[in-house]
């Protein structure tokens, strides 16, 4: 998304701000799944978080150009959507380095 930003800016009519705004929604989905990730991998099981978190993911960026061609406010959508794919890989990363911590 940060490389695309600046064509989609131009052709949906984006302010810097709303620009902003859309690649900064990426950041506070991403921090608040920091904890909540590991937590709930650790009631339910790694793998299990994991699986259904890429492939949420996955499904999310697939259907990114999707959201912003065919929905009516696409700052919204993308907003929306840039916030679900932090939350989601937020969570991939804390899994990825639960092994490596010390016990």
Do not use: N
């Not at 620009?19 to 650790?42: E, K, N, P």
């Amino acid at each position: 998304m940060p490389i695309c930003s600046v064509s989609m800016a131009e052709q949906f009519k984006w302010t810097k701000r709303e620009s902003g705004m859309v690649l900064g929604s990426f950041f506070w989905g991403y921090c608040f799944t920091q904890v909540l990730g590991g937590y709930v991998s650790d009631r339910v099981g790694g793998e299990k978080v994991l699986l259904l978190s890429t492939a949420a993911w996955g499904a999310m960026t697939a259907f990114t150009p999707v959201l912003a061609h065919f929905c009516s406010q696409p700052i919204f959508s993308m907003t929306l959507a840039r916030f679900l794919m932090g939350l989601l890989q937020g969570a991939c990363l804390v899994l990825s380095t639960l092994d490596e911590l010390p016990t």
